[in-house]
């Protein structure tokens, strides 16, 4: 099976950069995902990262290195609005259905 | 685009009752699935259809659980007998094909079994 860990919380200044991470155990997996999901809302799709390195999109990116069993979403010149769960999970067997971690709740404050 | 639409947005029920939520996925998505997320956890996969027929149902209680996709299209998900532990947010979310790593999720059902 897998294990992922997350921190639960973390809060961040508007404007600032933000790094959440997260680790995992697991025998193998074909790619690792991070989601964002609002309060009361449905989550949706970040980015899927196959190869270790850094891959960015905006002002999010997601790092991921495999020998380490590690991943971040770095989330750059924070806004208001990014105050929402992050949502780490893995592939297992390639079939593209995510095994989610319980999450880090991010606030952001002025 | 339209996205995903679910029915109800929340429902509140008495153990031993039972309920049914409803999905509609996007227009030409092939792939539909089923999630429970509890309070304070990520999603897990219950269900997971490839037009009408049925992929992954490893995780589904199949003793109080049922799901269908009758013609390719609508889902349904029932529970029969409802238990306190199942109050949760259903979520329901489809993807083009079932190779496709990117779901689009709906707005999810909140159940409350009291």
């Known amino acids: 099976g897998q294990n992922i860990d997350q921190p639960t919380e973390m809060t961040a200044t508007e404007g600032a950069i933000v790094q959440i991470n997260c680790t995992y155990q697991?025998?193998?997996?074909?790619?690792l995902f991070w989601y964002q999901q609002h309060a009361g809302e449905a989550p949706t799709f970040l980015s899927y990262n196959v190869l270790d390195g850094l891959e960015e999109k905006g002002r999010f990116s997601s790092f991921l290195s495999r020998s380490k069993g590690y991943s971040y979403l770095l989330l750059k010149e924070l806004q208001m609005k990014d105050s929402a769960s992050y949502l780490c999970a893995l592939d297992p067997g390639g079939s593209y259905i995510p095994t989610f971690g319980r999450g880090t709740s991010l606030i952001v404050h002025p | 685009e339209a996205g995903v639409a679910q029915s109800p947005r929340y429902k509140i029920i008495e153990k031993r009752q039972s309920v049914a939520f409803w999905c509609n996925p996007i227009?030409?998505?092939?792939?539909l699935y089923w999630y429970q997320q509890i309070l304070g956890q990520g999603p897990k996969l219950l269900i997971q259809?490839?037009?009408?027929?049925?992929?992954?149902d490893s995780q589904l209680p199949k003793d109080r659980f049922s799901a269908e996709r009758l013609k390719g299209v609508d889902s349904t998900l029932k529970i029969q007998p409802a238990k306190l532990e199942d109050s949760a947010v259903y979520l329901c979310a489809s993807s083009l094909v079932g190779n496709s790593y990117e779901q689009y999720f709906g707005p999810g059902t909140r159940l409350t079994v009291t």
């Open positions: 259809f490839q037009n009408n027929g049925v992929v992954d």
């Open positions: 227009s030409g998505h092939a792939t």
């Open positions: 697991t025998s193998g997996f074909n790619g």
